[in-house]
């Protein structure tokens, strides 16, 4: 049996627990920096399509998502056609933390790849989305109610 998902989950696991302690000065825990980077990239993105992006459940983005407004490092702004919906941009004071932990991110790949070929971190990047496409499938399935046939 490869180890390839342990490999990545140890990964992860390290990088986050990295990232918690360095954004933790920012207010930013338990992972809640991924949501701010998002939120940022995509200004005025939907819970939902949050929750899709970070591939987490909605009950985690919505937890997330109060944290940060909180803390006032997003806003919640009603959609212009349907007041139900509120959209999530980030702040200032979020603009500015968005930079740091880009630049934490730019660091952790220089890290993670030294050694690397640029061929090798291309095959590496090409594989790694192939695997989460097709986690992917399997995790709507799940997330919506369905079973994976082992």
Not at 37 to 53: A, D, N
Not at 73 to 90: G, H, M, V
Request: charged share 25%.
């Amino acid at each position: 049996m490869t180890e390839v998902l342990r490999e990545i989950g140890m990964i992860a696991r390290a990088l986050d627990s990295i990232s918690n302690v360095e954004f933790k000065q920012y207010a930013l825990t338990k992972g809640q920096y991924l949501y701010l980077v998002r939120i940022c990239e995509h200004p005025g993105i939907i819970q939902e399509q949050l929750s899709k992006l970070v591939m987490v459940d909605r009950t985690t983005v919505i937890r997330a998502v109060q944290r940060l407004a909180d803390h006032a490092l997003i806003e919640k702004r009603p959609d212009e056609t349907n007041k139900k919906i509120r959209r999530l941009y980030p702040t200032e004071k979020a603009r500015l933390i968005y930079q740091r932990i880009t630049a934490e991110e730019a660091y952790s790949n220089r890290v993670a790849l030294a050694g690397m070929t640029p061929d090798q971190v291309a095959q590496l990047t090409t594989l790694l989305h192939q695997a989460r496409t097709n986690v992917t499938a399997d995790w709507e399935r799940v997330k919506h109610g369905g079973h994976r046939d082992y």
